[in-house]
């Protein structure tokens, strides 16, 4: 196994299947790969994989399937990739647990870059529940010093253990839920722009140039969506996240 581990390619598109297994291998996985989505599930499952690609239009069951089953057993990164441009396609894949969605044509440096933007976040284990060492490169940042922990309307934010406590209670988020809530955290009240968090959430390393779609920030909108329904947050009062119609994202007011 490779520094970086797995990478499976679930794809039945044989063109497109070589296509991606010839960037991963590029990028330094060790690559295996699925036509099928049941063989898809199995080959994630022997691998252990750590990142995983995988196709909507699979020829057995969809990718959305393949996905929530391998949800029940791993916190691989999943990308998914489709022919499709149906926005509908991109809310399915973000509330199934992917990290992210791209259009087929893409780019394979695209793609590379947005898998190694993944890696250098810390991955969740399924079963402790503890983040897990990230595969980061030797000259990456620090983790942040205990002292750096972030505190707000009874919300308790810890950046080293990727841990959110809410008055008390342990609150399980995903790679983007909590990467975001630290971003707007960080923020102290500033107002941070769908655009700005769309780079937050595939890595803060991403090409400052790179293009911003409407379908990226939807994917934002989903992932506030989702983290405002695991905070039990209230929309017409947030304790929190506070929305700037047409712009983006703020942290409410410290109550007294």
């Known amino acids: 196994m490779t520094d970086l581990g797995v990478a499976v390619v679930v794809e039945d598109d044989e063109d497109v299947r070589n296509l991606v297994e010839a960037v991963l291998s590029q990028a330094g996985f060790e690559v295996h790969s699925a036509s099928g989505g049941k063989e898809g599930v199995d ?68 793609l590379r870059a947005r898998v190694a933007a993944m890696m ?14 990230p595969r980061t490169p030797a000259s990456a940042d620090p983790a942040p010093a205990a002292d750096s922990v972030l505190r707000h309307n009874g919300l308790v934010l810890n950046p080293e253990t990727r841990s959110l406590t809410v008055d008390g209670e342990p609150v399980t988020l995903t790679r983007s ?42 994917a934002v909108e989903v992932h506030i969506g989702n983290l405002r329904r695991k905070l039990c947050e209230n929309p017409l009062q947030p304790r929190w996240l506070q929305t700037v119609r047409g712009v983006g994202y703020r942290l409410a007011p410290e109550r007294t």
């Open 43 to 110: 080959v994630v499952r022997l691998r252990e994989a750590s990142v995983v690609t995988l196709d909507v239009g699979l020829p057995d069951i969809d990718g959305f399937e393949v996905l929530r089953r391998i949800r029940q057993f791993s916190d691989a990164y999943v990308v998914m990739l489709t022919a499709r441009t149906d926005e509908l396609d991109t809310l399915t894949a973000l509330h199934t647990g992917a990290d992210d969605f791209m259009t087929k044509p893409f780019r394979p440096r695209e």
């Open 177 to 218: 839920e909590f990467d975001l809530l630290l971003a707007l955290l960080k923020g102290a009240g500033a107002v941070r722009s769908k655009t700005d968090l769309v780079r937050v959430v595939r890595g803060e390393y991403y090409r400052a140039d790179a293009y911003i779609s409407e379908s990226d920030e939807r």
């Open 120 to 133: 250098r976040r810390p991955r969740q284990d399924p079963l402790s529940g503890m983040a897990a060492v």
